[in-house]
């Protein structure tokens, strides 16, 4: 089974509308952590956020939020008043805590294109 | 330097050659992965060394991936007899010891004739 999810089809968003972007995980491990990655054209792999599987309150990192619902496995991406400099693959990724394993595996991402 | 550093940016070689990739971390980050990431995809992890040790090498796809890590610092991810198949940008990242962000290089685009 795949433990990271990301289904959505490219996604468009007008400028400065919210964007919501899906992600459900499998895991066992009752600690992990939760981290979105933006990927722009140029290649580079950079950090928006993390929220932690015991963080009681969801993580938000100035336009961006994590809507963490840990009942359903999901940590949707919330990017609010959208740039166009927000176009780029979005992916989501997980680390489990237990054992030796100590890897962030990521999800297939999503294309998101915010349009002027 | 202030970020990952990753050579070379870019690698043209024919099938059948090996070829060595590097990556130097960020100073006292303890933590160094490899990834790879073919054109359109996700991130595939590779191998995770914790200082010069590699507790997990799960994700080397063949015996041709091999790689080792001195000094605590630079990373040398060799391929043997590439494939075409090994075509890729292959990213390393670096993290301090139980820290939560990975932060990556540029990346090496590979690609075999």
């Known amino acids: 089974a795949q433990k990271i999810t990301q289904t959505q089809p490219g996604m468009f968003v007008q400028e400065k509308e919210a964007v919501t972007l899906d992600c459900t995980y499998d895991?066992?491990?009752?600690?992990?952590?939760l981290f979105w990655y933006k990927q722009p054209s140029s290649g580079e792999m950079i950090f928006l956020i993390y929220?932690?599987?015991?963080?009681?309150q969801n993580a938000t990192e100035g336009r961006y939020s994590l809507n963490f619902q840990k009942a359903r496995k999901s940590a949707n991406l919330v990017i609010s008043a959208s740039q166009l400099g927000d176009s780029a693959m979005y992916f989501c990724?997980?680390?489990?805590?237990?054992?030796?394993?100590?890897?962030?595996?990521f999800g297939k991402g999503i294309t998101l294109s915010v349009r002027p | 330097g202030a970020g990952v550093s990753q050579s070379p940016s870019n690698k043209v070689t024919e099938k059948g050659k090996d070829v060595e990739l590097r990556c130097d971390p960020i100073s006292g980050h303890t933590a160094l992965y490899w990834y790879r990431q073919r054109l359109g995809q996700g991130l595939e992890f590779l191998i995770y060394?914790?200082?010069?040790?590699?507790?997990?090498k799960s994700g080397l796809p063949s015996d041709r991936f091999s790689a080792e890590r001195t000094g605590e610092s630079v990373s040398t991810l060799t391929i043997q007899r590439t494939q075409q198949e090994d075509s890729a940008v292959y990213l390393c990242?670096?993290?301090?010891?139980?820290?939560?962000?990975?932060?990556f290089g540029s990346g090496t685009q590979l690609s075999v004739l």
């Open positions: 929220q932690g599987s015991y963080d009681q």
């Open positions: 895991t066992s491990d009752p600690s992990y952590g």
């Open positions: 990242a670096s993290s301090f010891l139980g820290g939560e962000k990975l932060f």
């Open positions: 060394f914790q200082g010069n040790s590699a507790p997990d």
């Open positions: 990724a997980m680390r489990e805590r237990t054992g030796a394993n100590s890897k962030l595996t």
